[in-house]
């Protein structure tokens, strides 16, 4: 009877994967255990949008945190990777509202209750997507506890750290200048404004000294629309040019409103003309020096970026239409000098690329120095620790730099801000419950806006686990262990979580060290194309990470992505790679097929050669059986490799882990083992058949180990055809990463010498062109004590060098056609009636006719004084180098003619 259930001829990871997939899912197999007494590795997920699907950045975040997970879970670890979205409030709010213009209806003529419940439905039909492919790619997340940020515990968590940070005064409302997108309309913050270099114009206009219109200021501004706002111009007090101005006022061009010249250091004499318009409500810094001055603030537009009531006849023109017309009419008055090109940082709406309007509005700050002191104190003292160790100093540069936070958005779908007032007595009420009325008596009003989506973000390693309940999970999970992201977000979500989760943790009475929402934060690499462009639909070179999947499978998409992540640099990937690591699938599926046949072919001959019963899939690695060279090798490089891979995981290097395994598998494993096990299964001796197969089987289960957690499909199925697999696990994924076996530094260096010798013959038959069936004699020089080893693995050396006879010897006295000298050995073939004499001799002239040419004419290079003293140096080295090595090429070429004439054939 069978030992293996026959496998397809051909790797179809299409067939396999979605079976493997949702039974990883039924089955509860990836679920962390509250009451395990194992140890505890967490992660939370980065909470991909609702509305999102699956892009390539996201495959590689995935791969890495499970792969990671899945290696801690079979290192002992009870592993909790948690899933879950995020609701993402201006990109669902944008999406449901062109999905609702298609069927003719406006969010505003719906109404706040009516619109929201159109977006929960979209949500429940078309918000999981994500989650869905996830779960077809097979990641190993604990379903169970799958979170959204707009769920009601985690909303509970929202209101708390809301209200205690406004009773601590860490949060503010208070009229600013923010950042605006008039298509959004909405503030954003810093984070979420795009600058991109653009060249502009510098306007240069004359504003006329008030009663004495033949004097005046110039000014030079690129936004000319803002003017009609204007409430001042500042020069500084130490320019000179400006002394008779200070104090006086000036008529506002197209306006004949009067302003102020004031002295300030917004003016600087070094730049433009030392004179600045200030326009409180259109300039963070305008602003600020109207706040100093106590200037009116003037707002010339509003929220959609058209003119309002204030700009007098350009009201209701776009700003930019505006721009246009306020240009053409100070050229009319003759108040404009100079227009001029000027590069300049255009800021756009992250979301939709607007472009941003600084503007003065009512919103909602968080306070955030004091949060960043204890947020700075736990990088610093190695509480959290940064990988790449670089991503530490911008995280500590920006949290020492900080602003405050706008935390209040424009928008209907998100966290409702809970703030209420009452129009009776203006009290504010800032409460935990809603509250029904106000202590005067008078009805209550909500806050109309909501949230910033970053602000429940930043409360996900711990929302999730339950806070502000002391649940179970938050004791048993928290602080997590791990963060793996991207560094585009390290400061919209990374450090906005130290600043919330140590905060809060801390007055939950944690120590500092304990209250930090992860121990070491991963900074992964950025997914480019082929050219390390930065993909985009504009430029047509996204690379679907579905598609690819479909095409090459998930494990060659996964591998090929671990494979390329190395620390620090960005992955520049092509479908050539990936159909690279496709072949290596099928390279592991083929390598099992033909052991699984080889091995049932001879077991079915030699019956009681080994008792299967005995093999453990998942159980530590046995001991090798034997004093067979392969076998000792083997099972000494598989400790190495294990060693390796382990370290590799550590350091999240994940490139190192692929290497490792491709290495081991497709070269060692299956080029080298699979091939010195062919004669030994077919072998009349039972013994040798018996161990041959006991050490192969537990050698190539131990490897689908190491593969499972960057190829968790092909493992998966093939473990599951070992016998008894279903015994020591109920899955792959739930066995134990394979203990190193100890290294056996002797077999290792006699399997060296024998490879070299193999590889030494394979090259020089292929240099000589010699034919693959031809068996060759040989002799083969050491010295003593490798002539042993040599002797030791005759059999072996002569079945994978195509050799029909090899004699170990002390020296070759006499070397000739087919002769090569290597750093341990010295081979001699004897090509005498396998190679084409002639053939050979016209290719040898041919190449030495040519490398002669090139030769002389380096030489004759080389001889000319007056090129020596016009070409660089770099130049004349690199000559002398070529001609060096023609050199060495020529006389290795006339050495093989001579050796050819003295051919006996």
Known sequence: MALFRELNKTYEPQEIEPRWA??????????????????????????????????????????????????????GDNVLWLPGTDHAGIATQMVVERELAKQGLERRALGREEFLKHVWAWKEQSGGTIQRQMKRLGASCDWSRERFTLDACLSRAVREVFVSLYEEGLIYRGRYIVNWC??????????????????????????????????????????????????????????????????????????????????????????????????????????????????????????????????????????????????????????LLKVADHPMAIGHCQRCRTIIEPRISTQWFVKVAPLAEDAIRVVEDGSIRFVPENNQGIYLNWMRNIHDWCISRQLWWGHRIPAWYCDQCHQVVVAREDPSRCSCGGELRQDPDVLDTWFSSALWPFSTLGWPAQSADLQKFYPTTLLVTGFDILFFWVARMIL???????????????????????????????????MSKTKGNVIDPLAMTEKYGTDAVRFTLAAMAAPGTDIALSEARMEGYAAFANKIWNAARFLFMSLDRALEQHPGAWDATSFQPGAALPQCVGSELSDRWIFS??????????????????????????????????????????????????????????NALTVFEAALRLLHPLMPFISEELWNTLPNASQAAPTIALAAFPAPPAADAAAERQMDLLQAVVNEVRRMRGEWKVPPRARLRAKIAAAASQRADLQANLVSIQTLAGLEQLDVVERITKPGLGYAAATAFQIQLDLAGAIDVAGERQRLMRDLQTITKGYDSAVRQLGNEEFRQRAPQKVIQELERKQQDLGRQREQLEQSLRALETLNV
């Open 22 to 75: 949702e039974l990883w899912i039924n089955r509860a197999w990836y679920r962390a255990a509250l009451d395990s007494a194992r140890p505890t590795w967490s992660l939370v997920i980065p909470p991909p949008n609702v509305t999102g699907s699956l892009h390539m950045g996201h495959m590689l975040e995935h791969t890495e945190i499970d792969a990671l997970a899945r290696w801690r879970r079979m290192s």
């Open 637 to 694: 490089r598989l400790g190495r490799v294990i060693e390796r891979i382990d370290e590799s995981f550590r350091a999240y290097r994940f490139h190192d882990v692929a290497d490792t395994l491709y290495h081991f598998v497709w070269h060692e494993f299956c080029d080298w083992y699979i091939e010195l096990l062919k004669p030994r299964l077919a072998s009349d001796d039972a013994t040798e058949v018996g161990a041959a197969a006991r």
């Open 500 to 534: 919330m989760g140590v905060h809060f943790m801390k007055r939950d009475g944690r120590p500092l060290s304990e209250a930090v929402p992860f121990r070491t934060v991963y900074i992964h690499a950025l997914v480019r194309d082929a050219d390390k462009q930065k």
């Open 182 to 335: 008039p298509r959004c309309q909405t503030a954003v913050s810093d984070l979420e404004v795009v600058h991109e270099e653009t060249v502009g114009k510098l306007y240069h206009i004359r504003y006329p000294l008030a009663g004495d219109p033949a004097r005046g200021i110039v000014v030079a501004t690129t936004r000319p629309e803002t003017m009609l706002g204007d409430t001042a111009v500042a020069v500084n007090e130490r320019d000179e040019r400006y002394r008779d101005f200070f104090g006086k006022q000036l008529e506002l061009p197209l306006t004949g409103r009067h302003i102020p010249v004031i002295c300030d250091e917004l003016a600087q004499p070094e730049f433009g003309t030392g004179a600045v318009k200030v326009t409180p409500s259109h300039d963070p810094n305008d602003f600020a020096a109207g706040q100093r001055h106590h200037l009116p603030q003037i707002d010339v537009m509003d929220e959609t970026g058209h003119m309002n009531q204030n700009a007098g006849s350009y009201s209701g023109l776009d700003r930019f239409a505006a721009r246009k017309q306020i240009v053409a009419d100070l050229e009319a008055q003759g108040l």
